[in-house]
Every structure is written in C-alpha cells, then in structure tokens.
C-alpha cells in the first residue's frame, strides 16, 4: 500500500507552508454586454436564414431579384413555412459559434436537460391557464384570439396544402428557435450578470416581445406575460427543453384550433 510523501504530510501540518488549494474554475459565460452583442448576432443569423430561403425561392420561380418579388413569395404560406424552418439551423450554428469561442458545454450553457414529468405538468397547467385569462379578456372585449392575418396565414396554407409543412415550423422551428436564443442563450448570460435571474427573466421576455412586433400592443402584452412564464420556468426546472416543449404546445394548440376549427 502506497504512503502519502512525508514532506507533502508535514507541510500540510506546517503553518508556514499551508496546503494547496483548488480554486473553483470561473464559468464560461458571456456576461451582460457579451450575450447581448452575441444576442444580436444571433437574431441577424436567424434573419438572414430566413429571408436566404425566401431568395432562394425566387431565384427557384425565376423572378426578379427585387422587394415586390421577395414581397410575393415571403406571402406564400409554403415559403413562409420554409423560411421560419431555415431560421433554425442558421440560430444553432450562431449560438454553437458564440459558446465555443468560450470552450463551454453547448448542452450546460443551454441548460439542454430533460425536465422531470411533474415539472412538465407544472409548467403545462400555469401555461394553459394564462392563456384562458388572456383568451376571457379578449372574449370579454370583443378581441378575436388570433391577430387576423395569422388566421388567413394557416387557412390558407391549409387550403393549399402546405398544413404540415406550417404546423412543422410553428410548433416546431420556431419555438425551438426563439428558445435558444431568449430562454437559452439571453438568459444564461445575463442570469449570471448584475441582472441575476429576475432582470434575466424579464429582459428576455422583452426581447423575445420585440421579435413578435408584427403583433399590436395587446397580443404583445399576451407574448410578454407567457415570455414571463417560460423564463420562471426555465428559472424553476433549470431546463430548456422544459421552455421548448412549452412553447410548441402552446403553438400547436393555436396552430390546430385556428386551421381546422375556425378563427
């Protein structure tokens, strides 16, 4: 049996020569102006993925190359579908550049864990919840549930056979999009920052509002208050994959209700 070194022994008894400590290792994190610098590439990645498939499509039709051209397609609900799906893999290899320039884990920094089942029910009844007081101010204000142009997106992309194809990029891509950047990557740098988690949570919802402007005001208030419910979730099970499912339930529920059972 092999002995401790004596003279390591005794200068650990030694005042004057105390043992080695190991300090802890400093995360790998962008902070508050890194992840948001990085959060900016992120978005104008998962723009130009978007709009690369829509030039793409133009190209495919032959059509000229100008904004009436990419107009009309990009209102095309298969184009449309197309472009949210190559947002995706154009948000991965962004934010997978972003965490590799800090050697971290892809799968830590994201919090990529599966949740446990009654965190998933958790997060599944406060979030249907929410939406049936959102959906009770809006029946009791006269507010249609749906903004109207993404009632006429989905029945129309049903009418022309492009269903699947819509319901794969709204329950699909983009939820698992805008999750990595908003409750992935915005929040693990920024919970780490002077924010801490609640500013984290709240500036994130902000930012993943803003990407909704296509919205008025008060489907964006509807967008924050879920945003704010995915960040304490994500906060709560430290899972991404928890915000992610979340997100494509809730888009999958619309989804499904305003293209086959009416606006």
Do not use: C
């Not at 043992?19 to 790998?28: E, I, K, N, S």
């Not at 962008?30 to 990645?45: D, K, N, P, Q, Y």
């Not at 950047?181 to 920052?193: C, E, K, V």
């Amino acid at each position: 049996m092999s002995l401790p070194n004596e003279s390591l022994l005794m200068d650990s008894l030694n005042p004057d020569h105390p043992p080695l400590t190991v300090t802890p290792a400093t995360p790998r994190l962008w902070m508050f102006w890194g992840t948001a610098l990085w959060g900016l590439f992120v978005f104008v990645a998962m723009f130009v993925g978007q709009i690369g498939a829509v030039v793409l499509l133009v190209v495919q039709r032959g059509l000229p190359m100008d904004f009436a051209s990419l107009q009309a397609v990009g209102q095309d609900p298969q184009a449309l579908a197309l472009s949210v799906i190559m947002g995706l893999p154009a948000t991965l290899l962004a934010v997978w550049l972003a965490i590799a320039i800090k050697k971290a884990s892809f799968v830590d920094y994201l919090a990529l864990h599966w949740p446990s089942w009654k965190q998933l029910l958790f997060g599944a009844v406060g979030l249907i919840l929410l939406v049936l007081v959102w959906e009770t101010m809006s029946r009791a204000l006269g507010r249609e549930a749906t903004p109207g142009f993404m009632t006429d997106l989905l029945k129309s992309g049903r009418d022309k056979g492009a269903a699947l194809l819509l319901l794969f990029a709204f329950s699909v891509a983009a939820p698992m999009s805008e999750e990595i950047l908003a409750r992935g990557f915005l929040y693990r740098g920024w919970s780490a920052s002077f924010l801490r988690v609640p500013g984290a949570i709240l500036l994130s919802s902000l930012v993943w509002t803003v990407v909704h402007l296509q919205y008025d005001m008060y489907f964006l208030a509807e967008v924050f208050t879920i945003g704010l419910w995915f960040g304490y979730m994500r906060y709560r099970a430290n899972s991404l994959w928890l915000t992610i499912v979340l997100h494509a339930l809730n888009n999958l529920t619309a989804v499904v209700l305003t293209m086959w059972l009416g606006s």
